[in-house]
């Protein structure tokens, strides 16, 4: 199996990234533990629900990684704060996707000036 490079995001064309990024990340089968939240653990588990756990949670920390090597250095000082991987993968959207539209809806705005 070849090496793929890890998709860049520098803020720009945020769509392209975050899907180039989702196929890297279900690639390394660990696209379910970025759309799932984190659960505490319960009391009295079995060994192999701790195991399952520890698994989950080292595979997060993986994706995670992935995650915040893609970003540029700045944009890295926005997300470090954030905790969970979910956290970060939905400010990522909600902040650069929406960016994306307004910039589209402002510059048809000046196409439609000139025109007049």
């Excluded at 920390?61 to 954030?82: D, G």
């Amino acid at each position: 199996m070849s090496h793929v490079a890890i998709p860049l995001f520098d803020g720009e064309s945020y769509d392209l990234w975050a899907v180039r990024m989702q196929t890297y990340i279900e690639g390394l089968d660990l696209w379910e533990v970025l759309e799932e939240d984190d659960v505490p653990l319960s009391e009295n588990l079995i060994v192999a629900q701790i195991k399952a756990h520890k698994d989950k949670k080292m595979r997060k920390a993986k994706a995670k990684s992935y995650l915040f090597a893609s970003v540029s250095q700045m944009i890295k000082t926005r997300i470090m704060t954030l905790k969970s991987l979910k956290e970060i993968w939905e400010y990522l959207k909600a902040e650069y996707e929406r960016n994306e539209k307004i910039q589209g809806m402002k510059v048809l705005n000046l196409i439609r000036e000139f025109e007049m």
